[in-house]
């Protein structure tokens, strides 16, 4: 299964999505030559708090930010007419850049017939690489105050190899991050607890991932035997529920140590297999 790829999201926070997807990465990497994990919650990053990898590199991550030569601005306004994120206006007679708006995408200094819009470098965040045995780990970080969080994850994607299975953590919520995150993917695992605020996220979730194309199965957490709920939800959107971990104390309290799941107990090894197994078959069953 070289290559395959599997976000994990859940529309929301705390619903165990790092808890899946690292347990679910330290299982693979017990069994496959090598493997790796995209940290792309990247505005709170702490799959590193699992994995344990030795980070061996940070890379910066620029955007070409305009700026201004107010000397030769005679406030013509083309650039605020080319911007489309409101990120630079004429103000007082002379061009002015808002830097939290802007994307860098060039097309201000494109627009300037005066030639007064130069580009200089500025961080919006790193990459970090590093290492566990066989798990190749990714992690992007968002400067704090910093906005651009869908440029610094495509950034960790673009380090990342395209050759071997790949479990990518995507950050809560349905807005454009996890559709950053997302696009590319074969396969998306919804992690819900069953509860209807659960429910109603991942629906939304599944809105989103069909919108971008990603087929989607369903881990459900936290599972309690007076839930059924799920499975009628399950039945109506037409999605596989594809593995329950159930409601325990021990679970939690491991997870608070930063131990996943298979280090806790060797049993979800085979449970993890199992599921990557049933996504491999159900994607190339796509192709
Ligand atoms: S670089 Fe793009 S986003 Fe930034 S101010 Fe210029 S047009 Fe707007
Ligand atoms: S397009 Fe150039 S000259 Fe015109 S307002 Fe913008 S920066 Fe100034």
Same mark, same amino acid.
């Given at each position: 299964?070289?290559?395959?790829?599997?976000?994990?999201?859940?529309?929301?926070?705390?619903?165990?999505?790092?808890?899946?997807?690292?347990?679910?990465?330290?299982?693979?990497?017990?069994?496959?030559?090598?493997?790796?994990?995209?940290?792309?919650?990247?505005?709170?990053?702490?799959?590193?708090?699992?994995?344990?990898?030795?980070?061996?590199?940070?890379?910066?991550?620029?955007?070409?930010?305009?700026?201004?030569?107010?000397?030769?601005?005679?406030?013509?306004?083309?650039?605020?007419?080319?911007?489309?994120?409101?990120?630079?206006?004429?103000?007082?007679?002379?061009?002015?850049?808002?830097?939290?708006?802007?994307?860098?995408?060039?097309?201000?200094?494109?627009?300037?017939?005066?030639?007064?819009?130069?580009?200089?470098?500025?961080?919006?965040?790193?990459?970090?690489?590093? %290492?566990?045995?066989?798990?190749?780990?990714?992690?992007?970080? #968002? @400067?704090? /105050?910093? !906005?651009?969080? +869908?440029? $610094? =994850?495509?950034?960790? %994607?673009?380090?990342?190899?395209?050759?071997?299975?790949?479990? #990518? @953590?995507? /950050?809560? !919520?349905?807005? +454009?991050? $996890? =559709?950053?995150?997302? %696009?590319?993917?074969?396969?998306?695992?919804?992690?819900?607890?069953?509860?209807?605020?659960?429910?109603?996220?991942?629906?939304?979730?599944?809105?989103?991932?069909?919108?971008?194309?990603?087929?989607?199965?369903?881990?459900?957490?936290?599972?309690?035997?007076?839930?059924?709920?799920?499975?009628?939800?399950?039945?109506?959107?037409?999605?596989?529920?594809?593995?329950?971990?159930?409601?325990?104390?021990?679970?939690?309290?491991?997870?608070?140590?930063?131990?996943?799941?298979?280090?806790?107990?060797?049993?979800?090894?085979?449970?993890?297999?199992?599921?990557?197994?049933?996504?491999?078959?159900?994607?190339?069953?796509?192709?």
């Amino acid at each position: 299964m070289a290559g395959l790829t599997i976000a994990v999201a859940s529309g929301k926070g705390g619903a165990g999505k790092t808890t899946v997807a690292t347990a679910l990465a330290v299982s693979l990497g017990k069994g496959l030559s090598e493997i790796q994990f995209l940290d792309c919650d990247v505005e709170e990053p702490d799959a590193a708090l699992f994995i344990k990898p030795e980070i061996e590199a940070t890379t910066e991550i620029t955007i070409d930010a305009p700026e201004v030569d107010r000397t030769a601005c005679d406030g013509c306004g083309k650039c605020q007419e080319a911007c489309e994120f409101n990120a630079i206006r004429v103000e007082s007679g002379k061009a002015a850049v808002y830097e939290d708006l802007c994307l860098g995408c060039g097309c201000c200094k494109l627009a300037c017939p005066e030639g007064a819009i130069t580009e200089k470098k500025r961080r919006i965040g790193v990459v970090e690489t590093g %290492k566990r045995e066989d798990i190749v780990f990714y992690r992007g970080l #968002l @400067d704090v /105050g910093g !906005g651009l969080t +869908s440029a $610094v =994850i495509r950034h960790v %994607k673009a380090m990342a190899r395209g050759d071997i299975p790949t479990i #990518l @953590d995507c /950050g809560p !919520g349905t807005s +454009s991050p $996890v =559709i950053a995150s997302l %696009k590319g993917c074969d396969y998306c695992l919804l992690v819900t607890e069953p509860t209807p605020f659960g429910l109603s996220d991942i629906g939304l979730m599944l809105e989103v991932a069909r919108t971008v194309g990603v087929p989607c199965g369903i881990v459900v957490n936290k599972c309690q035997p007076w839930s059924p709920t799920v499975d009628d939800f399950a039945s109506v959107w037409d999605v596989p529920i594809l593995m329950r971990i159930p409601f325990r104390r021990e679970i939690a309290y491991q997870c608070s140590r930063g131990v996943t799941l298979p280090e806790a107990d060797p049993f979800w090894d085979d449970t993890f297999w199992k599921l990557f197994d049933d996504i491999g078959k159900m994607v190339w069953k796509g192709r």
